[in-house]
Protein backbone atom coordinates (compact mmCIF):
# COMPACT_ATOMS: atom_id res chain seq x y z
CA UNK A 1 0.00 0.00 0.00
CA UNK A 2 3.41 2.39 0.23
CA UNK A 3 2.71 4.91 -2.46
CA UNK A 4 5.93 5.22 -5.05
CA UNK A 5 7.77 8.42 -5.83
CA UNK A 6 10.19 9.36 -8.40
CA UNK A 7 12.64 9.52 -8.72
CA UNK A 8 14.29 8.52 -5.62
CA UNK A 9 17.09 11.39 -5.95
CA UNK A 10 17.29 15.08 -7.75
CA UNK A 11 20.09 17.22 -8.14
CA UNK A 12 20.02 20.41 -9.08
CA UNK A 13 21.56 24.31 -9.23
CA UNK A 14 20.07 27.07 -7.42
CA UNK A 15 16.97 28.25 -9.88
CA UNK A 16 16.66 25.43 -11.98
CA UNK A 17 13.15 23.60 -11.48
CA UNK A 18 11.90 20.11 -10.28
CA UNK A 19 9.22 17.78 -10.41
CA UNK A 20 8.35 15.41 -7.55
CA UNK A 21 5.64 12.20 -8.25
CA UNK A 22 3.61 10.28 -6.02
CA UNK A 23 1.90 7.26 -7.27
CA UNK A 24 -0.42 5.08 -5.73
CA UNK A 25 -1.41 1.21 -7.30
CA UNK A 26 -4.99 2.14 -4.88
CA UNK A 27 -7.65 4.72 -5.03
CA UNK A 28 -6.48 8.00 -3.75
CA UNK A 29 -8.74 10.33 -1.96
CA UNK A 30 -6.13 12.51 -0.64
CA UNK A 31 -2.13 13.40 -0.44
CA UNK A 32 0.14 14.96 2.22
CA UNK A 33 3.79 16.30 1.48
CA UNK A 34 6.02 16.88 3.78
CA UNK A 35 9.99 17.99 3.79
CA UNK A 36 12.51 17.10 6.23
CA UNK A 37 15.96 18.21 6.14
CA UNK A 38 19.19 16.19 6.94
CA UNK A 39 19.30 15.50 11.18
CA UNK A 40 15.50 17.19 11.89
CA UNK A 41 11.76 16.43 11.46
CA UNK A 42 9.19 15.86 8.75
CA UNK A 43 7.87 19.31 8.12
CA UNK A 44 4.45 19.62 6.78
CA UNK A 45 3.95 21.26 3.51
CA UNK A 46 0.43 20.88 2.04
CA UNK A 47 -2.46 18.48 1.76
CA UNK A 48 -4.27 18.03 -1.52
CA UNK A 49 -8.14 16.71 -1.00
CA UNK A 50 -9.82 16.76 -4.06
CA UNK A 51 -9.20 15.53 -7.94
CA UNK A 52 -7.84 18.14 -9.90
CA UNK A 53 -7.08 19.97 -6.47
CA UNK A 54 -3.83 22.24 -7.10
CA UNK A 55 -1.97 24.11 -4.12
CA UNK A 56 1.16 26.28 -3.57
CA UNK A 57 3.41 27.57 -1.00
CA UNK A 58 5.95 30.23 -1.93
CA UNK A 59 6.96 28.37 -4.82
CA UNK A 60 6.56 24.77 -4.34
CA UNK A 61 3.08 23.87 -5.95
CA UNK A 62 1.81 20.45 -6.22
CA UNK A 63 -1.20 18.80 -8.16
CA UNK A 64 -3.69 15.71 -7.51
CA UNK A 65 -4.59 13.45 -10.22
CA UNK A 66 -7.60 11.65 -8.93
CA UNK A 67 -8.04 9.48 -12.05
CA UNK A 68 -4.23 8.65 -12.44
CA UNK A 69 -3.91 7.93 -8.67
CA UNK A 70 -0.91 10.21 -8.09
CA UNK A 71 0.01 13.73 -6.87
CA UNK A 72 3.20 15.95 -8.32
CA UNK A 73 5.10 18.31 -6.44
CA UNK A 74 6.45 21.52 -8.42
CA UNK A 75 9.39 22.80 -7.45
CA UNK A 76 10.21 26.25 -9.14
CA UNK A 77 13.10 28.03 -9.06
CA UNK A 78 14.49 26.11 -6.59
CA UNK A 79 16.48 27.98 -3.50
CA UNK A 80 19.43 26.00 -1.38
CA UNK A 81 16.83 26.07 1.61
CA UNK A 82 14.61 23.56 -0.55
CA UNK A 83 17.11 20.58 -0.16
CA UNK A 84 15.99 17.96 2.03
CA UNK A 85 14.19 14.90 1.26
CA UNK A 86 10.41 15.21 0.09
CA UNK A 87 7.91 12.56 1.14
CA UNK A 88 4.02 11.75 0.09
CA UNK A 89 1.95 10.71 2.53
CA UNK A 90 -1.69 9.02 1.56
CA UNK A 91 -4.52 7.86 4.25
CA UNK A 92 -4.63 4.31 5.02
CA UNK A 93 -7.47 2.78 3.96
CA UNK A 94 -10.22 1.49 6.48
CA UNK A 95 -10.59 4.73 8.36
CA UNK A 96 -7.80 4.37 10.18
CA UNK A 97 -6.33 7.99 11.77
CA UNK A 98 -2.44 7.28 10.04
CA UNK A 99 -0.58 7.80 6.89
CA UNK A 100 1.37 5.57 4.61
CA UNK A 101 5.14 7.16 3.80
CA UNK A 102 6.19 7.03 0.00
CA UNK A 103 9.88 5.86 0.15
CA UNK A 104 10.95 9.71 -0.46
CA UNK A 105 13.48 11.93 -2.64
CA UNK A 106 16.20 13.25 -1.91
CA UNK A 107 16.39 16.67 -3.40
CA UNK A 108 19.88 18.41 -3.33
CA UNK A 109 20.21 21.94 -4.58
CA UNK A 110 24.21 22.99 -5.12
CA UNK A 111 24.83 26.86 -5.14
CA UNK B 1 4.11 28.47 21.14
CA UNK B 2 1.91 24.96 20.34
CA UNK B 3 4.08 22.23 19.99
CA UNK B 4 5.30 18.72 20.10
CA UNK B 5 8.77 18.22 22.62
CA UNK B 6 10.60 15.05 22.70
CA UNK B 7 12.73 14.17 25.38
CA UNK B 8 15.79 13.28 25.71
CA UNK B 9 17.00 14.38 22.21
CA UNK B 10 19.57 12.09 22.40
CA UNK B 11 20.00 8.61 24.12
CA UNK B 12 22.53 5.94 24.57
CA UNK B 13 21.52 2.64 25.88
CA UNK B 14 23.71 -0.56 26.42
CA UNK B 15 22.39 -3.86 24.59
CA UNK B 16 19.19 -5.15 25.96
CA UNK B 17 18.79 -2.27 29.02
CA UNK B 18 15.00 -1.46 29.21
CA UNK B 19 14.90 2.62 27.31
CA UNK B 20 11.72 4.91 27.57
CA UNK B 21 12.10 7.83 25.00
CA UNK B 22 8.71 11.00 26.02
CA UNK B 23 6.31 12.81 23.98
CA UNK B 24 4.33 15.65 24.99
CA UNK B 25 2.14 18.07 23.08
CA UNK B 26 0.71 21.40 23.58
CA UNK B 27 -1.71 21.21 20.68
CA UNK B 28 -4.28 19.22 22.56
CA UNK B 29 -4.30 16.24 19.88
CA UNK B 30 -6.29 13.84 19.54
CA UNK B 31 -4.29 11.47 17.99
CA UNK B 32 -0.39 10.58 18.61
CA UNK B 33 2.10 8.76 16.76
CA UNK B 34 4.72 6.84 17.11
CA UNK B 35 7.95 6.60 14.12
CA UNK B 36 10.86 4.93 13.74
CA UNK B 37 12.98 6.28 11.47
CA UNK B 38 16.52 4.75 9.91
CA UNK B 39 18.87 6.65 7.69
CA UNK B 40 17.59 7.56 4.47
CA UNK B 41 14.38 5.81 4.99
CA UNK B 42 10.58 6.78 5.20
CA UNK B 43 9.37 6.73 9.50
CA UNK B 44 8.02 3.61 9.84
CA UNK B 45 4.96 3.49 11.96
CA UNK B 46 5.34 1.81 15.15
CA UNK B 47 1.80 2.23 16.77
CA UNK B 48 -0.68 5.23 17.17
CA UNK B 49 -3.56 6.51 19.87
CA UNK B 50 -6.98 7.97 19.10
CA UNK B 51 -6.96 9.81 22.45
CA UNK B 52 -6.23 6.45 24.20
CA UNK B 53 -7.47 3.39 21.99
CA UNK B 54 -4.27 2.29 21.19
CA UNK B 55 -3.43 1.06 17.67
CA UNK B 56 -0.59 -1.46 17.18
CA UNK B 57 0.74 -2.14 13.39
CA UNK B 58 1.10 -5.57 12.73
CA UNK B 59 4.69 -5.69 12.27
CA UNK B 60 5.66 -3.55 15.40
CA UNK B 61 8.13 -6.02 17.99
CA UNK B 62 6.70 -6.83 21.16
CA UNK B 63 9.77 -5.57 22.41
CA UNK B 64 8.00 -2.27 21.60
CA UNK B 65 5.20 -0.98 23.90
CA UNK B 66 3.15 2.77 24.40
CA UNK B 67 1.77 3.88 26.89
CA UNK B 68 -0.39 6.87 27.10
CA UNK B 69 -1.43 8.59 30.43
CA UNK B 70 -3.27 11.72 29.32
CA UNK B 71 -3.91 13.81 26.05
CA UNK B 72 -0.50 15.65 26.52
CA UNK B 73 1.85 13.05 26.97
CA UNK B 74 3.21 9.94 25.62
CA UNK B 75 5.43 7.29 25.97
CA UNK B 76 7.58 4.67 23.89
CA UNK B 77 8.82 1.67 25.89
CA UNK B 78 11.95 -0.66 24.29
CA UNK B 79 11.99 -3.26 26.56
CA UNK B 80 15.04 -5.17 25.73
CA UNK B 81 16.92 -2.94 23.03
CA UNK B 82 19.11 -4.46 20.07
CA UNK B 83 21.56 -3.11 17.86
CA UNK B 84 18.81 -2.95 15.32
CA UNK B 85 16.77 -0.69 16.99
CA UNK B 86 19.23 1.96 17.04
CA UNK B 87 16.90 4.91 14.82
CA UNK B 88 15.60 8.15 15.19
CA UNK B 89 11.86 7.81 16.54
CA UNK B 90 9.59 10.80 15.67
CA UNK B 91 6.81 11.23 17.91
CA UNK B 92 4.18 13.31 15.99
CA UNK B 93 0.00 14.34 16.62
CA UNK B 94 -2.89 14.95 14.84
CA UNK B 95 -6.16 16.03 15.22
CA UNK B 96 -8.79 13.34 14.83
CA UNK B 97 -9.66 12.99 10.88
CA UNK B 98 -13.35 13.98 9.85
CA UNK B 99 -15.58 12.63 7.49
CA UNK B 100 -15.52 13.94 3.87
CA UNK B 101 -12.10 15.80 5.31
CA UNK B 102 -9.12 13.24 4.72
CA UNK B 103 -6.47 13.17 7.31
CA UNK B 104 -5.57 16.34 9.33
CA UNK B 105 -1.58 17.15 9.03
CA UNK B 106 0.78 15.86 10.81
CA UNK B 107 3.19 18.23 13.49
CA UNK B 108 6.36 16.24 14.32
CA UNK B 109 8.62 16.95 17.32
CA UNK B 110 12.36 17.14 16.87
CA UNK B 111 13.02 13.52 17.25
CA UNK B 112 15.03 11.28 19.85
CA UNK B 113 18.30 9.34 17.98
CA UNK B 114 18.76 6.48 19.87
CA UNK B 115 21.99 4.34 19.91
CA UNK B 116 22.26 1.22 21.28
CA UNK B 117 26.11 -0.18 22.27
Known amino acids: QQPVQSPQAVILREGEDAVINCSSS?????VHWYRQKHGEAPVFLMI?????EQKGHEKISASFNEKKQQSSLYLTASQLSYSGTYFC????????????FGQGTRLTINP | DAMVIQNPRYQVTQFGKPVTLSCSQT?????MYWYQQKSSQAPKLLFH???????NEADTPDNFQSRRPNTSFCFLDIRSPGLGDAAMYLC????????????????FGPGTRLTVT
Open chain 2, 92 to 107: ATSRVRSPGTGLYEQY
Open chain 1, 89 to 100: GTPFTGGAQKLV
Open chain 1, 48 to 52: LLKGG
Open chain 2, 27 to 31: LNHNV
Open chain 1, 26 to 30: KALYS
Open chain 2, 49 to 55: YYDKDFN
